[in-house]
């Protein structure tokens, strides 16, 4: 005939402690174990139950655990604390680089702006500048030929010899 057996043992165990370091809930689970001959064929982890915690027995292994847990949570709730305040200076930076970005561009679209006109200025300087550079060369060249034309009357006018 079949050996089966259907055995159950504690799986998990979970103690909440309260900050005083005393049991404040727990609960356990239990593993449901079918076997066959010896072979398991089936392993179930139970629903968690509650645990009455009255008269709950706290080892000194349990104490110096949740010691241990709260000395670990102070240190990250520290560590959590210091790199909140970096945070927030990282944010304040950040928030001042957008800002000072927000200026410097502003500044570089005046300065285009600026510049676009100053250029149109130029161009059109230039325009007029080479239309008097053009003009009085003309009137140089006027004032050449009348020179030439008074100088070739002078020295008509001079007697011969």
């Known amino acids: 005939m079949p050996d089966i057996q259907d055995q159950t043992f504690p799986y998990e165990l979970l103690v909440r402690f309260g900050t005083d370091g005393t049991p404040t809930g727990a609960h356990v689970q239990y593993l449901r174990r079918i076997t066959l001959d010896g072979e398991i064929i089936k392993d179930d982890v139970l629903p968690a139950q509650p645990i009455d915690l009255a008269g709950f027995p706290t080892s000194p292994i349990m104490e110096d655990a949740c010691r241990d847990a709260l000395a670990k949570v102070a240190s990250q709730t520290a560590q959590i604390t210091a790199l909140a305040g970096q945070l927030d200076s990282a944010n304040a930076d950040l928030a001042k680089a957008h800002s000072d ?5 502003g500044d570089v679209d005046q300065l285009r702006t600026e510049l676009t006109n100053v250029q149109a200025a130029a161009g059109a ?11 009085l060369n003309d009137q140089l060249a006027a004032a050449d030929a009348t020179i030439k034309q008074l100088q070739a009357t002078i020295a008509g006018m001079q007697p011969a010899g």
């Not at 970005?101 to 561009?105: G, K, M, S, Y």
């Not at 230039?126 to 003009?135: D, K, M, N, S």
């Open 101 to 105: 970005l927000a200026t410097v561009t």
């Open 125 to 135: 300087n230039e325009t007029a500048l080479q239309g008097q550079i053009f003009t």
